[in-house]
């Protein structure tokens, strides 16, 4: 296939808001020994790319300025150590630090994944980022297993919508958080439990209740991306021995309501994770472990990728704003259609 040397991109005017992304023109990116390049199809969209947008979230030393953590699509080039598990021609879909938004894509080879059998390149783009980030959060940290009680906050996210299903499939009790009644009937439909919609006020006496009428004393693990305005409920529900697993702090950074004498007597271990910046060691071996263990998911249709809406790449910013109206049921996806 032959490889152009320029290639369109959704680039930034300047930091701020949605109206500041637009397509461009920027050079195709070269590849190492250890990466491919992706004729990218398609590329999913998540909350943290609106924070790059507006300058919050800055990519790693050395990655592309180019927005996008995940993308599907097929291998034109291989490196030459990537050669060992990659050929030209692969549907791929791949985690990267950065440069999704466009037409291709560089990505190592140890954060590359085949696309399951069943799945569409749009339904694709939407996996690596958001079910990497909750199997990262609810396996490698929380150590789920069996039978845990599981709180996962803001569930109809693209990574809510893939804690509830991974927690599922691990064989847990899955509550979560919403806003609206829409989005309780949603999750419910993806297997949560019991559904709160926090709108309608307090939730902490009504999932103590829950958790007591199963006689449990509290939740295993709680998921949270809320961060500031939660802090002092989740104390409140979480059980002995419990893991709370901050991923993401959308209502704020501050943690003035923790109380460390509640962490003691509850026993519970507090750990804060990102996966974008994390070294190319850890991602590989993350999505080895991924594939071992909960990929068959997507086969058996246990483990479902739920795209709420796809554009093409001119409506980026429509999506955007889409994401920062919270009106997300699962994962925006951005369709990439090349000039012919």
């Not at 004393?217 to 989740?234: L, M, Q, R, T």
């Not at 472990?289 to 001119?314: C, R, S, V, Y």
Request: aromatic share 8%; charged share 25%.
């Amino acid at each position: 296939m032959s490889i152009p040397e320029k290639m369109r991109a959704v680039l930034l005017k300047d930091f701020g808001d949605c109206d500041n992304l637009y397509i461009g023109e920027t050079n195709v990116p070269e590849i190492k020994d250890d990466e491919v390049l992706v004729k990218v199809h398609a590329f999913g969209v998540n909350r943290a790319d609106t924070l790059q947008r507006k300058g919050l979230y800055p990519p790693p030393p050395g990655v592309t300025d180019i927005i996008g953590l995940e993308a599907s699509g097929e291998i034109v080039r291989v490196g030459n150590e990537a050669k060992e598990k990659w050929n030209d021609g692969d549907k791929v879909m791949v985690l990267v630090a950065g440069g999704g938004y466009a037409e291709y894509v560089a990505a190592h080879m140890g954060c590359v994944m085949k696309i399951p059998e069943g799945i569409s390149m749009v339904d694709a783009a939407g996996i690596p980022e958001t079910f990497l980030t909750a199997f990262q959060g609810l396996k490698l940290i929380g150590n789920i297993k069996k039978g845990d009680m599981v709180l996962i906050h803001a569930g109809a996210s693209g990574v809510g919508t893939a804690a509830i299903q991974l927690a599922k499939f691990f064989g847990a009790k899955v509550a979560t958080t919403v806003g609206t009644n829409e989005k309780i009937a949603y999750c419910k439909r993806i297997g949560a439990d019991k559904i709160i919609n926090y709108k309608h006020g307090p939730w902490v006496k009504t999932l103590q209740e829950y958790t007591r009428g199963l006689n449990r004393d509290g939740f295993d693990i709680i998921y949270d991306s809320v961060g500031k305005d939660y802090v002092e409920a989740n104390q409140e529900v979480l059980g002995i021995d419990s893991r709370w697993i901050v991923y993401s702090c959308q209502s704020g950074p501050e943690a003035d309501k923790l109380s460390l004498s509640t962490l003691i007597r509850k026993r519970s271990t507090l750990s804060g994770t990102v996966l974008r910046a994390r070294p190319i060691d850890y991602k590989t071996n993350l999505v080895k472990h991924f594939q071992d263990e909960a990929i068959n998911g997507f086969l058996d249709g246990k483990l479902t990728a739920i795209t709420d809406k796809a554009w093409p790449m001119e409506n980026i910013a429509e999506a955007h704003k889409y994401m920062e109206d919270n009106l997300t049921m699962g994962k925006l996806v951005i369709t990439v259609v090349r000039d012919k």
